[in-house]
DNA sequence: TAGATTTGACCCAC
DNA sequence: GTGGGTCAAATCTA
């Protein structure tokens, strides 16, 4: 009998994929991670002859109040009691992984039991899968209130990250986890001139710097393509969120979007 | 029934 | 030797 740990050996070929990511990567230092528009460090790679250790492959650090939201669907495989620390360790890998031998993977460690608490996310290689990031898994627009005009009212909350918040709540609530659930870290609303009104959702002594984004425009970037994978579902709310908005870009807590002429790139953000 | 998550065990970098 | 990262069977959920 076979040790079940054989079946390691069925994935795919991890060192070449890496190879081949590594050669498409531009070697000049306008290399860009996905964090790169996050406003994230930049990778901490230096690569080594021959196999990658650990410390060697790139990664890159953002700390966010909303680990899940970063527009790709990611799959939880594993978790872990981490020494010294108060909370688990999350482990995800892009959902793609398989399907497009896409590299990515993150982790999750909440450092402190703030309210929102904050999240530690380190990410590790960029996306290979070619997928559209979708940047409003937890963004709600609810409809204008009658003695509200015209104006929309967009909720952010923490609990997206796989597409659907529904599901997303669902899980979180099966993880027995008290990120933010259900609670709005900011609103925004736009009346019909895109005028932007915006409400902390909670005091602003409390208020984090990565949840007051710099709305100076009220645009956002296009809709991710309705053949977007696993994501269908999202674009009705993506298309409420953009609502009477056409400008340039527009940032939400620490994630930056940026306009039609970032057409992806080599990184699938700009 | 398929896909996602949980969780204990294993592997390996440090 | 230890702790972190990953695997995969079991379990859960829609």
Redesign the pocket.
């Known amino acids: 009998m076979a040790?079940?740990?054989?079946?390691?050996?069925?994935?795919f070929d991890?060192e070449e994929a890496i190879s081949t990511q590594e050669a498409m990567r531009p070697a000049s230092a306008s290399y860009s991670p996905p964090g790169g528009a996050f406003g994230i460090s930049p990778p901490e790679s230096s690569p080594r002859d021959g196999?990658k250790?650990?410390?060697?492959?790139p990664s890159w650090v953002n700390h966010t109040f909303t680990p899940h939201f970063d527009g790709h669907?990611?799959?939880?495989?594993?978790?872990?009691?981490?020494?010294?620390?108060a909370f688990p360790?999350?482990?995800?890998?892009c959902?793609y992984?398989e399907d497009r031998q896409c590299l990515a993977?993150k982790?999750v460690?909440q450092e402190n039991d703030d309210d929102p608490p904050m999240f530690k996310v380190?990410y590790?290689y960029e996306h290979t899968c070619n997928t559209t990031p979708v940047p409003t898994p937890d963004v709600v627009a609810e409809p204008p209130a009658t003695s509200a005009g015209d104006a929309y009212l967009l909720r952010f909350g923490s609990a997206g990250?796989?597409g659907d918040p529904e599901?997303?709540d669902?899980?979180e609530r099966?993880?027995?986890?008290p990120a933010a659930r259900g609670r709005p870290f900011m609103m925004l609303s736009f009346d019909s001139n895109s005028h932007l009104h915006e409400q902390p959702a909670f005091p602003s002594d409390q208020l984090p710097a990565a949840a007051s984004p710099p709305f100076t425009a009220d645009a956002l970037p296009p809709p991710p393509p309705s053949t977007m994978d696993?994501g269908g579902d999202l674009l009705s709310t993506w298309d409420s969120f953009r609502y009477g908005l056409d400008d340039d870009h527009a940032q939400i807590g620490s994630h930056v979007y940026l306009p039609d002429n970032c057409n992806g790139g080599d990184d699938n953000y700009c």
Do not use: V
């Open positions: 040790s079940p740990r054989l079946k390691r050996e069925q994935s991890f196999r250790r650990r410390k060697d492959r669907l990611w799959r939880k495989y594993g978790q872990k009691n981490i020494k010294d620390s360790r999350l482990y995800y890998r959902s992984r993977s982790l460690q380190t590790t990250g796989h599901q997303m669902q899980r099966q993880q027995h986890r696993g």
